[in-house]
């Protein structure tokens, strides 16, 4: 299995990106699906999560300005991320919890990262 994010770049505050992640490789389900950025001497945080089931939660930081979202038949989820911000700058990593077999406990997976610096 597999996650490949893709979309960051560099855009100037009060800008938007848009991340994506795709998930490939054998797979039978997919439990949660969501972000997460992490700076240089700071620890990983999240940053948006999202259920199978769509149920979402964000960090306080991003609440109003990113949105999750994931498409179940393409095994995909998405970070719409507007009104950037400086302090939004970071590797963002995307991360999905994946049952590759029926009967066998599912596990965490983790993108390679991908880049948004945001230009004051």
């Known amino acids: 299995v597999q996650l490949q994010a893709s979309g960051g770049g560099l855009v100037q505050a009060g800008g938007s990106l848009r991340l994506s992640c795709a998930a490939s490789?054998?797979?039978?389900?997919?439990?949660?699906m969501g972000w997460y950025r992490q700076t240089p001497g700071k620890q990983r945080e999240l940053v948006a999560r999202?259920?199978?089931?769509?149920?979402?939660n964000y960090a306080d930081s991003v609440k109003g300005r990113f949105t999750i979202s994931r498409d179940n038949a393409k095994n995909m989820v998405y970070l719409q991320m507007n009104s950037l911000k400086p302090e939004d700058t970071a590797v963002y990593y995307c991360?999905?919890?994946?049952?590759?077999?029926?009967?066998?406990?599912?596990?965490?997976?983790w993108g390679q990262g991908t880049l948004v610096t945001v230009s004051s």
């Open positions: 991360n999905a919890d994946i049952r590759r077999y029926i009967a066998v406990p599912s596990v965490e997976y």
């Open positions: 490789g054998s797979i039978v389900s997919i439990n949660h």
């Open positions: 999202i259920t199978s089931g769509g149920g979402t």
